[in-house]
């Protein structure tokens, strides 16, 4: 029991309690009444005065019914209220978990509950709110307890601020909306490390004379922040965090745990496609299934291409492990893979079933659907543009291409003219380059690779002509072209000396000893890599780097966005960012959520680089622009499409079983029981409520006359 | 028990005696249950024997009576109580003693305009019947009002008196003399009594009429009233309000006629106890007129004359 006010009450009742008793004995002015014979009544006071007990007070019975009144109503000034702990002035912050396992159907505590973890987590995090203290009616007391509400998946998100309105943190609380992600606290720890005021030192200057405060930003200072976290438990990134030693009436960290320790959940760890190399119209899909049930289970994965099933294959898994020191339980996993003809760009979606009569044995549907948008068995067609160089034709004709043409410069240019090179992904220039249009123009917009020679156009290299032989001596081995090349063995019997200007845009990705060897040129539209000397004054043909160079060069500018992605490149897991490019002519870009609902614009990047989310719903997001298409796009109406699926994936945050203790960096946290919270109760309602009854019954009396 | 706000001040015989109430009383007759030797000779019939009396009549015994007027022979016949009733005496003197202190200037009904009623009702009785009908008011008076009224000084405790009145055509003197009593001050009972008995010629019925709320005492006045011989009534007037009080609160209780006061404040065990305190008061009084010789009667100012005339005073004797 503590008291808000009792200052205000004592003081009230210094002041209240004597007036009332000299109002009580001024106002006994008794009514002046005549009668026929003073006899009887003389006789019958003194008969009572004799015989009653405790006369005096039952003279006073209504002054002691008021006294009683007004003594309830200062104990309800004084505003008294039960709590557990005597603090009072505590800054909590709430962390409320909302990633995908909170969506498990176990916050009853059952397996078959109704209830979602988070709808528990939720009920006991009001429960907390409830139970603070709250600031006095009176005055802006140091007494309440303030409280933030951070909602966290793997990012987080501060729902409200520190606040002692309670209904403020209820609404804060129940506004929380559940996501698809896994789970991280770092994010939500770190953002509410960051409320907290820098420490304050006096900066004295080294000469102990300083009196200026200085704030030292990273040291946090302030009030101790107790933290409450409702979660299952599973949290990734618990060891950034550091609870503060407890105090003597609550722990600076506390874990409300809700959802049961023994759930049961099969669901989808992994989910991938592969195009076949050699064929690429055939498609596999790589299916990871997870088991937490100890019993062996046998789930159906069924596989539906463009909303219709194609195929539905039973998994086979074996009971999940439980270590019997620790008891920590391995999941069982298993797979199946999906083998499928499918040329077209589609969306595969992989959903696993438990099975009629399994209730309870999943517990998490989110985690047993998963999307995949497959673009289109679509491969880089090379033209040649030679004038007889056997090396790169036979080098690229051995390269899985899916068209290959060779043309002569005047083919070329006469493709050029009619305007028709847009067909081909990249072009290979052999020891020749592209003419310069009326325009002064030298790549039309597209991907181009030059061997032997060099662009010295506005922009371009200073070509200084023909340099001695020499050795390549450096390049860039993090570059996707030359990442797994070693270019020592390359011995140039004759070079070229080139020189990049300043202010260019060209970028040297191999030099030799007299200078850059192969340099990219990339602009909005244009991507081109040139290798300044000829391949055939040197020993790299008959090296193996030169066909893997070749191999690297049709990956790397033939699929480039706008004509071709990779297979698995169109997925992303909730709780994090959707990003990708889009065309540079892109305009009015949206994103379609899950939901059906659409997002408000979102500005591309002059690169065509778009960023949004984080995303928080498992599910295929769809982004919707005007303006030229990719390959792999779906053009409807004047809109341009790009479709991508959001998934779970996630091992950790599929294995449901609720976390009976958590490891911070520090120390161990165990879950605090659930009838833990201690509600805080205010009593002077009930007080206010006592002193109205009873000033009723004084009515009454008074009225009636039955003075006991 | 309060002060009569508006008390009914009687102006005429009308207000004081009813011809419905003369309808009802006319045919009786005062009785006693003592012998008196009349002065002069009345109308009724007459069979004296020397010193002896004439039987009159029998009538049942009720609660009260003086034991020693039972029929013995009668009881020893009959196991049961029968009063004696002697024939009266051609000229049975009738004297009624009102209270006309301020006391009885209280009530609702007010219990001096009930008592006014009374004595004018049995002061007919006995001039319809030839007998000698005297009235005395009993009242402190200051000496200046009394002497104006009566010519003399020094009669402070008698507030006004009249005398000798035989027959019916006094009656509206009778009438005159009680419309003109105010009730006011306070009273010596004993004092007035000493002053009645002393003045007070030849033997008969009196009827005494007083809330009997005296602070000196009632029982010297009464005393001195029997030892003269009378056959004396005592009749208890209270008001319905002195029997159940309706007051409630805090109140500072104020003598109508000495002015002392009593802070009280109402409680059910006030009332209770006042109640008690009430029933015993009265009881001693019915008590020591029982050892007396003295009929008591206790009645509310709420009862109607007729009954009161009719039913109780002839159970108790004093009409037939």
């Not at chain 1, 008294?80 to 505590?90: D, E, L, M, N």
Request: proline share 4%; aromatic share 6%.
């Amino acid at each position: 029991m503590t008291w808000a006010t009792p200052m205000l009450a004592a003081l009230v009742a210094a002041i209240a309690i004597p007036s009332l008793v000299i109002l009580y004995f001024l106002k006994l002015r008794r009514v002046p009444r005549e009668v026929s014979s003073t006899l009887l009544w003389k006789k019958s006071i003194q008969d009572l005065q004799a015989n009653a007990p405790f006369q005096k007070l039952r003279r006073n019975l209504l002054l002691f019914l008021q006294l009683i009144i007004l003594g309830l109503i200062l104990l309800a000034l004084a505003q008294p209220r039960s709590t557990a702990s005597s603090a009072a002035g505590r800054k909590l912050v709430l962390l409320i978990d909302r990633s995908a396992s909170m969506r498990a159907v176990d916050g009853d505590g059952s397996s078959a509950g109704e209830r979602t973890r988070l709808e528990a987590a939720k009920e006991r995090a009001i429960g907390l709110v409830e139970g603070l203290a709250s600031p006095s009616l009176f005055e802006e007391s140091e007494d309440a307890d303030e409280a933030m509400v951070i909602a966290f998946d793997r990012s987080a998100e501060i729902v409200s601020q520190f606040t002692s309105d309670k209904q403020g943190l209820i609404n804060a609380i129940n506004g929380i909306e559940q996501t698809d992600g896994p789970s991280s606290i770092e994010e939500a720890y770190r953002l509410a490390q960051s409320q907290r005021p820098n420490r304050v030192v006096i900066d004295s200057g080294g000469d102990g004379t300083g009196t200026d405060p200085v704030e030292l930003e990273g040291i946090k200072g302030g009030d101790a922040y107790f933290f409450h976290l409702f979660s299952d438990g599973k949290v990734g990134e618990l060891d950034v965090v550091r609870a503060d030693e407890d105090t003597a009436d609550a722990p600076s960290f506390e874990y409300h745990a809700v959802g049961e320790a023994g759930a049961v959940n099969v669901g989808l760890t992994a989910l991938r496609a592969e195009r076949d190399y050699e064929d690429p119209t055939k498609l596999s899909v790589f299916v990871g299934v997870q088991s937490t049930d100890v019993n062996p289970r046998s789930v159906d994965a069924e596989l539906r291409v463009g909303g219709r099933v194609v195929s539905v294959r039973a998994v086979n898994l074996d009971g999940a492990v439980v270590e019997s020191q620790t008891g920590e339980k391995e999941a069982s996993t298993g797979g199946v893979v999906f083998e499928l003809v499918e040329p077209n760009g589609v969306m595969v979606e992989v959903r696993l079933s438990t099975g009629f009569g399994d209730a309870g044995m999943d517990v998490l549907e989110t985690d047993n659907v998963g999307t995949l948008i497959v673009p289109p068995a679509k491969q880089a067609s090379v033209a040649l543009v030679t004038t007889g160089s056997l090396f790169l034709r036979e080098a690229l004709s051995g390269l899985s291409i899916s068209d290959l043409q060779i043309m002569s410069p005047a083919q070329y240019e006469e493709m050029r003219d009619a305007g028709e090179t847009g067909a081909i992904d990249l072009f290979v220039f052999d020891g020749t380059m592209p003419k310069a249009s009326e325009g002064g123009v030298v790549f039309d917009p597209g991907r181009y690779l030059v061997i032997g020679d060099v662009y010295t156009g506005p922009g371009g290299v200073v070509d200084q002509g023909e340099g001695p032989g020499t050795q390549i001596i450096n390049w860039r081995r993090g570059h996707p072209l030359l990442r797994d090349l070693t270019l020592d063995a390359v011995v140039l019997g004759k070079s070229r000396t080139i020189e990049i200007p300043d202010g260019s845009e060209l970028v040297s990705l191999a030099e030799t000893t007299e200078g850059p060897a192969i340099v990219e040129m990339s602009t909005g539209d244009v991507r081109a890599v040139m290798v300044a000397f000829d391949p055939a004054f040197s020993n790299w043909p008959f090296d193996v780097s030169f066909v893997v160079f070749l191999a690297s060069a049709v990956d790397y500018l033939g699929t480039q966005v706008g004509t071709d992605v990779d297979v698995n490149a169109r997925q992303i897991t909730p709780g994090f960012v959707l990003a990708d490019r889009v065309p540079s002519d892109a305009e009015n870009i949206r994103v379609r959520l899950p939901d059906g609902t659409m997002s408000g614009e979102v500005i591309a990047a002059p690169d065509g680089r778009i960023v949004y989310g984080p995303i928080h719903q498992r599910g295929v997001y769809r982004v919707e622009w005007i303006g030229s298409a990719g390959a792999s796009d779906l053009v409807e109406d004047g809109k341009v499409m790009r479709f991508y699926g959001a998934n779970l994936l996630d091992g950790p945050e599929s294995d449901l079983g609720s976390a009976a203790s958590l490891g911070l960096s520090n120390r161990v946290v165990s879950a605090s029981s659930q009838g833990e919270i201690t509600r805080l109760k205010e009593w002077w309602p009930w007080l206010l409520l006592g002193a109205i009854g009873v000033m009723m019954l004084e009515w009454w009396i008074y009225n009636k006359k039955v003075y006991l | 028990m309060l002060r009569s706000e508006n008390p009914t001040r009687p102006a005429t015989i009308e207000e004081l005696l009813s011809s419905e109430l003369i309808g009802k009383i006319s045919h009786l007759d005062v009785s006693s249950r003592k012998i008196f030797a009349g002065k002069l000779k009345g109308e009724r019939r007459s069979k004296k024997r020397g010193e002896s009396v004439e039987f009159a009549d029998h009538r049942p015994y009720a609660m009260g009576d003086d034991l020693r007027h039972i029929d013995w022979n009668i009881y020893a016949r009959l196991d049961r109580f029968f009063m004696k009733l002697f024939m009266e005496e051609e000229d049975l003197s009738l004297h009624i003693v009102i209270d006309a202190s301020a006391s009885a200037d209280c009530g609702e009904p007010n219990k001096f305009y009930y008592m006014q009623q009374v004595a004018m009702s049995l002061g007919y009785i006995g001039l319809l019947n030839l007998n000698r009908v005297a009235v005395t008011a009993v009242g402190m008076r200051d000496e200046l009002v009394m002497a104006s009224l009566k010519g003399e000084s020094g009669e402070q405790s008698i507030a006004g008196n009249i005398r000798d009145l035989r027959g019916r055509r006094r009656t509206h003197d009778l009438a005159r003399f009680l419309c003109s009593i105010t009730p006011e001050g306070g009273t010596d009972f004993g004092q007035a009594c000493k002053r009645i008995a002393m003045s007070r010629r030849g033997k008969g019925v009196m009827i005494v009429l007083s809330d009997f709320f005296m602070k000196e005492g009632y029982e010297t006045g009464l005393r001195l009233l029997v030892g003269r011989g009378y056959d004396v009534f005592a009749i208890q007037v209270l008001s319905p309000q002195e029997v159940d009080p309706d007051i409630s609160g805090d109140l500072q209780l104020r003598d109508v006629e000495d002015g002392d006061m009593a802070e009280v404040t109402i409680s059910a065990p006030l009332l209770k106890k006042y109640k008690e305190n009430l029933s015993a008061y009265c009881q001693e009084l019915r008590d020591f007129c029982a050892r007396r010789e003295i009929t008591g009667l206790t009645i509310q100012s709420d009862t109607p004359i007729d009954t009161l005339l009719v039913d109780y005073l002839r159970k108790r004797g004093l009409l037939r």
